[in-house]
């Protein structure tokens, strides 16, 4: 009996040691998401002028800085917002996911954000991905035209190992192992921090087939000194430059629903501080060996609410309108801030050909445009500017 009661107790410890060791288990492949502590406070356009909201061809639309007590908050370098502004998603270069539901006052401008979710972004294998060398996540783009971010799948650029992902969200959440779609032997060489900062989708070439993908490095330069830039059929690449606009360089590109393609830009030195600009490029020049250009609908220095601005989405609103949310890298340096800002551009600038319910569906095929596409790294969620 007493070697039967030994017995019993040793099993009882051993159940108990394998329930906390699956309990564990289960804990962390649950961590794969945490909530995150969230403050924000609104901005206004020019600090020192609040009835100022022009801003250039734009017009503001609200803006908030985002701190956290979580040291793995920042660096965000790609977004999407759903197409009725109330999921945003977002890709930090250090790889992580973020995940949050942007809040908008009674008259519809960006004031908070609430429901912060933050996950490690996964490698081929499962593992977290630390550091630089392989989380350097720059662009993000997601194929569910008007639906939700997360029931989807997200494409992401990455820098330094240069190569191009795709996370299945939709089945697996922020648990996705990615597939690896292109790496730099697709691209030839870019600069080690210079590489992809844009992406986006267009059309398939036939139909039922795979979107193509549109890429822009940030200062990779090609023989004549314009900016490399590629749209991937599949493992077919063809190749186009964007116009150096120096001091400037891309660091995210949305497509809109008229097949244009807004192209955000920023600048930085010790003298001049910070700059963004944003550039509005004809869609149908984009094509193989082109070198585009486009009107620069803003350009702004750091007089206004702007920082390191590196992500940019679009979704377009019943008034035919589109809203453009741009957010702010901080770098994990004190100094810098996460922004989130938000502008309304009118009708007129570039139009939404077929607005419904803040969807963005873009009209133009590969055949009527040689190179368009669905919308930007953005789409799906509860109240929201209209």
């Not at 999921?87 to 250090?94: C, G, K």
């Not at 401008?109 to 499962?126: N, Q, T, V």
């Not at 830009?265 to 193989?288: P, Y």
Request: charged fraction near 25%.
């Amino acid at each position: 009996m007493r070697t039967l009661r030994r017995a019993t107790r040793v099993l009882v410890v051993c159940t108990a040691i394998v329930a906390a060791g699956t309990g564990w288990m289960a804990t962390e492949a649950g961590a794969a998401s945490e909530n995150v502590e969230l403050s924000t406070r609104t901005l206004l356009w020019n600090p020192d002028d609040r009835r100022e909201v022009e801003a250039g061809k734009l017009r503001w639309a609200g803006g908030i800085e985002i701190t956290s007590p979580n040291k793995e908050f920042g660096g965000w370098s790609g977004l999407a917002i759903s197409g009725d502004g109330t999921t945003l998603l977002a890709v930090s270069d250090e790889g992580r996911w973020f995940s949050a539901m942007p809040l908008y006052d009674e008259r519809g401008r960006l004031s908070g954000l609430a429901e912060g979710r933050m996950a490690p972004m996964l490698g081929l294998e499962g593992e977290p991905l630390a550091g630089k060398a392989l989380g350097d996540a720059e662009s993000l783009v997601v194929d569910v035209g008007p639906a939700e971010p997360l029931a989807g799948n997200a494409y992401v650029g990455f820098e330094r190992a240069h190569r191009i992902w795709r996370y299945d969200l939709a089945k697996d959440g922020f648990a996705a192992r990615p597939e690896q779609l292109l790496t730099q032997r697709h691209f030839g060489r870019l600069n080690p921090n210079g590489g992809i900062e844009a992406l986006e989708l267009l059309p398939p070439s036939t139909p039922g087939g795979e979107p193509r993908i549109l890429a822009i490095t940030e200062d990779t330069l090609d023989p004549r000194g314009h900016i490399k830039a590629f749209v991937a059929d599949g493992r077919r690449i063809s190749r186009f430059a964007v116009k150096q606009r120096a001091p400037y360089k891309p660091t995210d590109a949305a497509l809109l629903p008229s097949g244009d393609l807004l192209l955000l830009e920023r600048r930085f030195s010790m003298l001049a501080g910070v700059g963004m600009q944003l550039r509005l490029i004809d869609g149908n020049d984009i094509e193989e060996g082109a070198i585009v250009d486009g009107e620069v609908l803003l350009d702004v220095g750091q007089r206004y609410s702007i920082d390191n601005m590196e992500g940019l989405a679009v979704r377009a609103d019943r008034n035919g309108d589109l809203l453009l949310y741009v957010i702010s890298d901080d770098n994990f340096n004190p100094l810098q801030r996460t922004l989130l800002l938000m502008f309304r551009m009118p009708a007129a600038v570039s139009p939404v050909l077929a607005p419904a319910e803040g969807t963005l569906t873009l009209p133009r095929t590969p055949a009527e445009a040689g190179s368009s596409g669905e919308a930007s790294a953005s789409e799906g969620a509860a109240p929201a500017p209209n």
